[in-house]
């Protein structure tokens, strides 16, 4: 029996994508940002970390404004505009109320209505692993839905001038096994191929292929197995 997944909501201007790295957001989501930009729409990525232990050869004092610098150029070819970064430490990003707060008062200052992030399971859905970075980051990211709305949740927010915000009406997790809603990829394929691209320096550490190969291959499968997964 095929399963058909229900279409992503549409009836929103606004979205916030918080996740943990640089290239997080590329490996999946950015063809369909692309195509929402496309249609005016307002995206703003928060990064918890600027990736500085992200490359082995590269000490993180070096790493951290390359990657910075990447993440910004990537965003930009699918047409984001604003990247923020919180700088707690990649690698080692502690899940508690320090990073709902951080989140939270993302979550306010933006208002938006869809909130953005990636699996916050313990794996990919079958063997693999996740990284204790994505985990604590997405399941931050679900509590501070929440928190951003309640005045006794941190009510220091407030004291900065930044007031509750009830208006997340959707959470959208990339990289699940238990998919719900899909986008379709086609129209921002190409530019989510460049997009990656834009992580050159760490896609040249990754990969001994041509960057630009690797990208398109990696981004296809991902878009094929994603759609197995949905017509299941």
């Excluded at 989510?192 to 292929?209: K, N």
């Amino acid at each position: 029996m095929t399963q058909q997944l229900e279409p992503m909501p549409t009836d929103w201007r606004r979205a916030l994508a918080v996740v943990a790295h640089p290239d997080d957001l590329e490996y999946g989501c950015a063809a369909a940002v692309a195509g929402w930009t496309d249609e005016g729409r307002e995206v703003t990525y928060l990064l918890a970390t600027r990736g500085e232990a992200g490359i082995d050869t590269i000490a993180p004092d070096v790493c951290a404004p390359l990657r910075e610098r990447e993440q910004r150029d990537s965003a930009a070819v699918v047409g984001v505009a604003s990247v923020e970064f919180l700088d707690h430490r990649d690698g080692v990003i502690e899940y508690g109320t320090a990073l709902r707060r951080d989140i939270a008062a993302a979550i306010r200052r933006h208002r938006p209505e869809l909130l953005i992030t990636l699996n916050h399971r313990d794996t990919w859905g079958g063997a693999a692993w996740n990284t204790p970075d994505h985990r604590a980051v997405g399941r931050a990211t679900l509590d501070a839905a929440g928190d951003a709305g309640n005045r006794w949740i941190f009510p220091e927010l407030r004291e900065r001038g930044l007031e509750p915000w009830d208006g997340v009406r959707w959470v959208a997790v990339a990289g699940t096994d238990r998919p719900t809603h899909a986008v379709d990829a086609t129209p921002g394929f190409e530019r989510s191929v460049r997009s990656l691209l834009a992580h050159r320096t760490y896609i040249e550490v990754l990969t001994d292929e041509d960057p630009e190969a690797y990208c398109r291959a990696f981004l296809a499968d991902v878009y094929k197995r994603q759609f197995e997964v949905f017509a299941r």
